[in-house]
């Protein structure tokens, strides 16, 4: 089994940064993409970030070149760095480990107020 335990999140005004953290603990071999997905009231979850353990890095379209996704392999942790936030940023953010089976963490809420 992995663990994640996810930190940061908050509410923040438009045009604004937060980092999300999410460390992994387990079966860390079991693990090659770490990464965020969100949901947002009444929609369906969405891919925002992905890196695998080679560094290969995937962005959803809304977020490309405002947010930046990095991962420390020795430390097991995946992290999101958001900047220029905006209103429609506003989800709950949920880590994800994939590999031999597929991990998330709790979640964390982010608020992007006008």
């Known amino acids: 089994q992995v663990q994640l335990v996810e930190s940061g999140g908050g509410l923040v005004q438009a045009g604004g940064s937060l980092r999300l953290s999410c460390a992994a603990s387990?079966?860390?071999?079991?693990?090659?993409?770490m990464g965020w997905y969100r949901q947002a009231p009444g929609k369906e979850r969405e891919l925002v970030a992905t890196?695998?353990?080679?560094?290969?890095?995937n962005y959803a379209d809304s977020v490309k070149g405002r947010f930046t996704i990095s991962r420390d392999n020795a430390k097991n942790t995946v992290y999101l760095q958001m900047n220029s936030l905006k209103p429609e940023d506003t989800a709950v953010y949920y880590c994800?480990?994939?590999?031999?089976?597929?991990?998330w963490g709790q979640g964390a809420q982010v608020t992007v107020s006008t």
């Open positions: 890196i695998n353990r080679g560094g290969t890095i």
């Open positions: 994800c480990a994939l590999g031999v089976g597929d991990y």
């Open positions: 387990g079966s860390i071999f079991k693990i090659n993409v």
